[in-house]
């Protein structure tokens, strides 16, 4: 039998969308920058998965002149304490210094403990008469709700104060201000404003935005789902094939895959063609919730992250004409219907 090869590159889709930025994402920024004045913390959550890829800079151009705490979510997701994970956390630590870096799951008490005790300190370094208040920002779904909820639960014993969901765009607007911290005879309140996720303008590298689409940045009907799965697939031919081993050999064709999972899941359509749709949506959702693998979909080095750094400065100082690239391609998709249609 010969040995498996898998891809070492995949291919570039030219055609792939490069744009999410939603209407309720830009006034959803647009109400942040108005709240500033009152806010002692930005909290920005980025995907533990994608640490590179989740990082959007208009966090940074408009949330300018406040402290920030950025939090790596989902590390449950994307870390089994490997050597490897370690290392790539000091890594992230160590370019990001001095500005303070924590790695966190929102379903692990102790990681939930730790941001707690760094809003304490901070709201202990303010000092102020009405209590400590910080806003929590991030990209679509990179899980700010579920961590406002852990933080509050975890510090004030207090049930679910922001929904949740598996698609993105289910927190549309500012929230209310949620109580973490019980404010003493010596400490302060301290208070957390939930936001909606908000995607950058235009994504330059076509394979970022798969990586953000896998992880659920995007909603599923953006990009086909047996794209998504084939590049699922090449993630997982880099990790180990068998990974997929209850329902195919080691493959890189995507279809033989889906096909053995149609079978074996029973997602079949009449006279027992393959579902492919169907099954790659649930094969995603499996590596979703870390039952196909945890790990890490970004190259994360000392170069990497530099080269990403550069990239994002020379977006930074493009962001209106991002804008305007990402206007035309929605533009041109909408015409594209329209024609279809016609």
Same mark, same amino acid.
């Given at each position: 039998?010969?040995?498996?090869?898998?891809?070492?590159?995949?291919?570039?889709?030219?055609?792939?969308?490069?744009?999410?930025?939603?209407?309720?994402?830009?006034?959803?920024?647009?109400?942040?920058?108005?709240?500033?004045?009152?806010?002692?913390?930005?909290?920005?959550?980025?995907?533990?998965?994608?640490?590179?890829?989740?990082?959007?800079?208009?966090?940074?151009?408009?949330?300018?002149?406040?402290?920030?705490?950025?939090?790596?979510?989902?590390?449950?997701?994307?870390?089994?304490?490997?050597?490897?994970?370690?290392?790539?956390?000091?890594?992230?630590?160590?370019? /990001?210094?001095?500005?303070?870096?924590?790695?966190?799951? /929102?379903?692990?008490?102790?990681?939930?403990?730790?941001?707690?005790?760094?809003?304490?300190?901070?709201?202990?370094?303010?000092?102020?008469?009405?209590?400590?208040?910080?806003?929590?920002?991030?990209?679509?779904?990179?899980?700010?709700?579920?961590?406002?909820?852990?933080?509050?639960?975890?510090?004030?014993?207090?049930?679910?104060?922001?929904?949740?969901?598996?698609?993105?765009?289910?927190?549309?607007?500012?929230?209310?201000?949620?109580?973490?911290?019980?404010?003493?005879?010596?400490? @302060?309140?301290?208070?957390?404003?939930?936001?909606?996720?908000?995607?950058?303008?235009?994504?330059?590298?076509?394979?970022?935005?798969?990586?953000?689409?896998?992880?659920?940045?995007?909603?599923?009907?953006?990009?086909?789902?047996?794209?998504?799965?084939?590049?699922?697939?090449? @993630?997982?031919?880099?990790?180990?094939?068998?990974?997929?081993?209850?329902?195919?050999?080691?493959?890189?064709?995507?279809?033989?895959?889906?096909?053995?999972?149609?079978?074996?899941?029973?997602?079949?359509?009449?006279?027992?063609?393959?579902?492919?749709?169907?099954?790659?949506?649930?094969?995603?959702?499996?590596?979703?919730?870390?039952?196909?693998?945890?790990?890490?979909?970004?190259?994360?080095?000392?170069?990497?992250?530099?080269?990403?750094?550069?990239?994002?400065?020379?977006?930074?100082?493009?962001?209106?004409?991002?804008?305007?690239?990402?206007?035309?391609?929605?533009?041109?998709?909408?015409?594209?219907?329209?024609?279809?249609?016609?």
């Amino acid at each position: 039998m010969a040995t498996f090869l898998p891809r070492l590159v995949f291919p570039t889709l030219d055609s792939l969308p490069r744009s999410y930025f939603l209407g309720h994402h830009r006034a959803g920024l647009n109400k942040m920058k108005t709240m500033l004045s009152s806010i002692d913390l930005i909290i920005e959550c980025r995907d533990y998965r994608v640490p590179l890829s989740s990082r959007n800079p208009l966090f940074e151009e408009n949330l300018a002149g406040r402290q920030r705490l950025i939090v790596y979510t989902k590390q449950d997701l994307g870390s089994e304490g490997r050597d490897s994970d370690k290392l790539r956390e000091a890594t992230i630590r160590h370019f /990001h210094a001095p500005t303070p870096i924590l790695f966190s799951s /929102h379903r692990t008490p102790r990681s939930i403990r730790t941001i707690l005790s760094f809003a304490r300190s901070h709201a202990l370094s303010t000092n102020t008469l009405t209590g400590s208040r910080m806003m929590i920002v991030g990209m679509p779904n990179v899980g700010k709700s579920s961590l406002l909820n852990a933080l509050r639960q975890l510090g004030v014993h207090r049930g679910k104060a922001a929904q949740t969901g598996d698609q993105p765009g289910v927190t549309r607007k500012i929230g209310t201000t949620v109580k973490i911290i019980d404010a003493t005879d010596t400490e @302060q309140g301290v208070y957390l404003v939930d936001t909606p996720g908000v995607f950058v303008p235009y994504v330059p590298n076509a394979e970022a935005m798969l990586k953000l689409a896998l992880c659920g940045s995007v909603k599923d009907t953006i990009i086909s789902p047996t794209t998504m799965a084939d590049y699922l697939l090449f @993630q997982l031919n880099l990790q180990s094939p068998g990974l997929y081993g209850e329902w195919s050999p080691p493959t890189n064709d995507v279809m033989v895959l889906l096909a053995g999972v149609a079978q074996k899941t029973g997602r079949l359509q009449k006279g027992g063609v393959p579902d492919f749709d169907a099954s790659a949506l649930w094969l995603i959702q499996r590596w979703r919730t870390g039952h196909l693998g945890r790990f890490v979909l970004d190259r994360v080095t000392g170069e990497s992250l530099e080269r990403d750094h550069l990239e994002i400065e020379n977006l930074s100082g493009s962001l209106s004409q991002a804008r305007r690239l990402g206007k035309e391609e929605r533009r041109q998709r909408s015409k594209a219907r329209h024609v279809e249609a016609g």
